[in-house]
T-cell receptor
């Protein structure tokens, strides 16, 4: 995705609400996708992945949806908690080679 | 068991200088990938090392070079530093043949500021 420079898109949600973070990926040949969480001063942390032969995958409190037709990925976080506040990135790859990251969305959870 | 360790954590260099960043992968991992993350942006793939050779490369100039040692640790070298090289440099380790994203581990990065 294109860079948004220093101004990351921000999603503000109330604690306990559900969050939906969206990502548009660029390569229709990408076959593997990961959502990462990055807290301030830390490296990206794996949240959940999905392969292109799936439309949906669920983890603990998180769900990833993949729409290959429009090259769109979303991350749903249930019952969002203050500890979920971070920047979230989607990453795409083909044949598990180098990963291309989106520009990120900052999630701000209000207590 | 240590995860991915990177050094130094922060450094300041002057334009035109050279810098070397270091990465020790997670125990049992044999592949190291380097990423550059500018402020407010997602990480961008620089290159990947496996069996002491560069296996893949992203869209970065030749000023960016690397090395992998027999113990799988790796270095990233950047020559003729530009102001635009200021970024967080991330190292990710993995095991070749293991096609699971949850086994890719990132270090906490090295913050490079070029003045």
């Amino acid at each position: 995705g294109e860079s948004v420079g220093l101004h990351l898109p921000t999603l503000s949600v109330q604690e306990g609400d559900n969050s939906i973070i969206n990502c548009a990926y660029s390569n229709s040949a990408s076959d593997y996708f990961i959502w990462y969480k990055q807290e301030s001063g830390k490296g990206p942390q794996f949240i959940i992945d999905i392969r292109s032969n799936m439309d949906k995958r669920q983890g603990q409190r998180v769900t990833v949806l993949l729409n290959k037709t429009v090259k769109h990925l979303s991350l749903q976080i249930a019952a969002t908690q203050p500890g979920d506040s971070a920047v979230y990135f989607c990453a795409e790859s083909r044949n598990f080679n180098k990963f291309y990251f989106g520009s990120g969305t900052k999630l701000n959870v209000k207590p | 068991d240590a995860g991915v360790t990177q050094s130094p954590t922060h450094l300041i260099k002057t334009r035109g200088q050279q810098v070397t960043l270091r990465c020790s992968p997670k125990s049992g991992h044999d592949t190291v990938s380097w990423y550059q993350q500018a402020l407010g942006q997602g990480p961008q793939f620089i290159f990947q090392y496996y069996e002491e050779e560069e296996r893949q490369r992203g869209n970065f100039p030749d000023r960016f070079s690397g090395h992998q040692f027999p113990n799988y640790s790796s270095e990233l070298n950047v020559n003729a530093l530009l102001l635009g090289d200021s970024a967080l440099y991330l190292c990710a380790s993995s095991l070749t043949g293991d096609f699971s994203g949850n086994t890719i581990y990132f270090g906490e990065g090295s913050w490079l500021t070029v003045v």
